[in-house]
């Protein structure tokens, strides 16, 4: 019986469809708040700016899900400072991830594949 030997697929150099995924991927992470850690792609985000923009239909608190799921009891005026918070945190982000894409893909030889599945890797991998 011939033994085979499979390599993790993670340990290999990334190819450039993969750098794009992650990038994407990364850029729509949760990202915390003073009010908890919030869901920060488009849909959330337009979400809770809908809930702010109509807030005087629902009344004086809602209770918002956070990422977690758990809630938080929030006023409109709190709603409003977690949107901006996590909005501020997204942009933040997705510049330094930006900044971190074109410096990979203008590597020689890419990222491997577990690293870049990790978003502490472009956070700090950017310069």
Request: proline share 4%.
């Amino acid at each position: 019986m011939k033994r085979e030997i499979k390599l993790n697929p993670d340990n290999k150099p990334c190819t450039l469809d993969d750098l794009k995924k992650y990038r994407d991927q990364m850029q729509v992470e949760p990202v915390d708040t003073s009010f908890g850690v919030v869901d920060a792609d488009p849909e959330s985000l337009a979400t809770m700016q809908s809930v702010i923009d109509n807030f005087d239909a629902i009344g004086n608190t809602i209770d918002w899900t956070l990422a977690d799921n758990t809630s938080v009891t929030v006023n409109r005026d709190d709603l409003h400072s977690m949107y901006d918070q996590a909005y501020q945190s997204m942009t933040l982000r997705k510049v330094a991830i930006h900044n971190a894409y074109n410096k990979f893909k203008n590597q020689s030889t890419y990222p491997l594949l577990r690293d870049i599945k990790n978003l502490s890797f472009w956070l700090t991998n950017q310069s």
